[in-house]
């Protein structure tokens, strides 16, 4: 299965962005599903994770402006990003996890102009 991104663009500071995440397969279950992001000089963070029960977690940092959602019947992930500040520019990945592997996707570049 592949996990293709999408919806980054440039934003100015204080916009929103909404990035997607679809699986290849609508019948393939991850059990855990997470954007992560790549900021310049920093190693990737993890930025939000969903169970498949729509459990959620988010980091200190985007916590109250971003909302992590699931669509399980369509197989795909969303990250809704407001109040963007040049912080979270970078490159963001979404993430799978099964009972036995993870998968990566190939990764959005969301940038933010003060």
């Known amino acids: 299965v592949q996990l293709q991104a999408s919806g980054g663009g440039l934003v100015q500071a204080g916009g929103s962005l909404r990035l997607s995440c679809a699986a290849s397969?609508?019948?393939?279950?991850?059990?855990?599903m997470a954007w992560h992001r790549q900021t310049s000089g920093k190693q990737r963070e993890l930025v939000a994770t969903?169970?498949?029960?729509?459990?959620?977690y988010y980091a200190d940092s985007v916590k109250g402006r971003f909302t992590i959602s699931r669509d399980n019947a369509k197989n795909t992930l969303y990250l809704e990003m407001n109040n963007l500040n040049p912080e979270d520019t970078g490159v963001y990945y979404c993430?799978?996890?099964?009972?036995?592997?993870?998968?990566w996707g190939q990764g959005t570049l969301v940038t933010v102009s003060s």
């Open positions: 969903i169970t498949r029960g729509t459990s959620v």
């Open positions: 993430y799978g996890r099964t009972e036995l592997n993870t998968f």
């Open positions: 397969r609508r019948d393939f279950i991850f059990t855990t």
